[in-house]
């Protein structure tokens, strides 16, 4: 039996696509999942009791629904006691606070909600755990609370904080929606135990098979698998009957959920994930992971290329992609640094060991659209070298006025202006130029492609917007998608359930996963 612990329903006012309950309940479906922790989207963004009514309307009668209630921190002295004395009395697993900037832990505030839920025996939820440090202050600040405490959101930057918080605090319960990276689950597992290991995903915002994918791809046994699936789920939030009876049960695991083409991998990276603990990293982890999962090629480019030296970089790239027939490299290349870049652009274009090359805008120093990088646009373009536009996809823009707002980061994809702008410029002065944008950019990515003949759209990501990619197909046609991964950091696992869930035609795969990017590179 799978339970999902990390779903939400509701309005996303960012987002045009319903995100209600037909639509959680749909992507449950699809991905075999039989019950939902669910809290409401309503009360984590707009009013915590009209969006706790509605989940407790919503909950009454339906087995598939574990309500958790939400608190506001900031409210302890007027809402939060009866906020937490109604979610008892109206049958809900658990009491959900949102963990932002805008109040810290310290404050009065925090404490006295904090206190009110841990009293209330229910287990203590703090939703969207990304910054630094909030997992080891929210364990300590629960340790004798006699309540367990449930990490939704967890970043995966922060999985080495995430490993110590589980190894020290035993009422500590973390689930696995963020963690995509090399052995995440497996070191989980082995810091805190198969018993507080709680399998989520963020639907329906984001697809359910990706995370799933990384459980059941994951080196462990069976039991710890089912356990991190479901059983464990069932009894923390209060249906220790269901878990016994599911335990007892004979019933398969699903296999992992993947297309069927072997995929050419245009996204790979040679050590990018270096401070997060990984069981294998760097070319050996691309290597495992590509025999894995059947991949024909891998293209890859050097971390320290582009944050640190470009050419003594790109001199590693070449040498660990020489030996590796599945392997290709990508130079990086930088309007910095024109001279150096237009040497590896004219190797590129020579040898058939470089697939395209990578230019990475998060670590320049240029302005987007500024002479310079029209320049070295220019300069590539003659050259007929692909490339690929290795951004994260932010619009830092919105995400700043967007935190200072909300006290938190919606995590979307998006261009900014600027970048869209000097896209829109290049696609005119260089029609034949090819360009595969990294991580897609949302719908920003869709407009960009759809203007720009010989621009592509690459969906890998630690969070992939539900049906964003069955979309850009529809929109674009099936002939301007790619497959991407971004390893070592991200696993074929999680990616391949991105493409999967986008329920692609026989004809659609083919493209997407190998033919179109054998086309772009020129590949045999």
Not at 114 to 120: D, F
Not at 414 to 439: K, T, Y
Request: aromatic share 8%.
């Amino acid at each position: 039996m799978i339970v999902d612990s990390y779903t939400m329903a509701g309005g996303y006012f960012i987002r045009d696509s319903p995100m209600g309950f037909p639509e959680l309940f749909s992507s449950m479906g699809k991905s075999g999942v039989s019950a939902a922790a669910v809290m409401s989207m309503r009360a984590l963004q707009a009013d915590a009791r009209k969006g706790n009514d509605l989940l407790y309307d919503e909950a009454r009668g339906d087995g598939r629904i574990l309500p958790i209630a939400v608190v506001y921190p900031e409210a302890s002295h007027t809402e939060v006691p009866s906020l937490v004395e109604d979610a008892v009395a109206r049958g809900a697993a658990g009491l959900a606070m949102r963990v932002n900037s805008s109040l810290p832990f310290a404050s009065l505030a925090f404490q006295k909600t904090l206190s009110a839920v841990s009293a209330s025996g229910l287990p203590v939820v703090a939703a969207d755990v990304r910054e630094a440090g909030v997992a080891t202050q929210l364990a300590e600040a629960t340790a004798g609370s006699g309540c367990p405490l449930v990490l939704l959101g967890s970043y995966y930057n922060n999985l080495g904080e995430l490993l110590e918080v589980l190894a020290a605090y035993p009422h500590v319960y973390v689930d696995t929606s963020w963690q995509v990276t090399p052995g995440c689950i497996e070191l989980m597992v082995e810091s805190g135990g198969s018993s507080r290991i709680l399998f989520g995903s963020g639907a329906p915002l984001r697809p359910v098979q990706p995370a799933l994918n990384m459980v059941l791809d994951a080196d462990l046994d069976e039991s710890a698998k089912r356990n991190i699936l479901g059983l464990n789920a069932l009894r923390l939030f209060g249906r220790g009957e269901e878990a016994d009876a599911a335990e007892a049960s004979s019933i398969p695991l699903p296999d992992v959920k993947a297309p069927s083409t072997p995929a050419i991998d245009v996204h790979g990276h040679l050590g990018v994930g270096s401070r997060i603990p990984m069981t294998v990293r760097d070319v050996e982890a691309i290597e495992h992971y590509a025999a894995r999962a059947g991949f024909e090629y891998v293209v890859c480019s050097a971390p320290v290329a582009y944050r640190e030296d470009l050419d003594a970089g790109n001199r590693e790239m070449m040498a660990k992609v020489a030996d590796r027939p599945r392997l290709l490299g990508s130079p990086v290349i930088s309007p910095t640094h024109v001279e150096a870049s237009l040497r590896w652009v004219d190797r590129c274009a020579q040898d058939p060991k470089l697939g395209h090359v990578t230019w990475d805008p998060d670590n320049e120093g240029e302005a987007y659209g500024s002479e310079k990088y029209m320049a070295l646009w220019a300069e590539v373009a003659k050259r007929g070298v692909p490339v690929f536009w290795n951004a994260g996809s932010q619009d830092l823009e919105r995400n700043v006025r967007w935190e200072k707002k909300l006290g938190y980061m919606p995590m979307i994809r998006g261009g900014s202006r600027a970048e869209i702008e000097m896209f829109f410029e290049v696609g005119r002065r260089h029609p034949n130029l090819q360009v595969i944008i990294g991580h897609g950019m949302g719908q920003d990515g869709v407009t960009v492609a759809g203007q720009n003949r010989n621009f592509y759209l690459e969906h890998s990501g630690s969070y992939p917007e539900r049906d964003t990619l069955r979309k850009a197909i529809d929109t674009l046609g099936a002939d301007k998608v790619v497959y991407g991964t971004d390893l070592d950091l991200i696993l074929p696992a999680f990616c391949l359930g991105t493409y999967y869930s986008a329920d692609m035609t026989p004809a659609e795969e083919s493209l997407i996963m190998a033919e179109n990017a054998r086309r772009i590179m020129r590949l045999p």
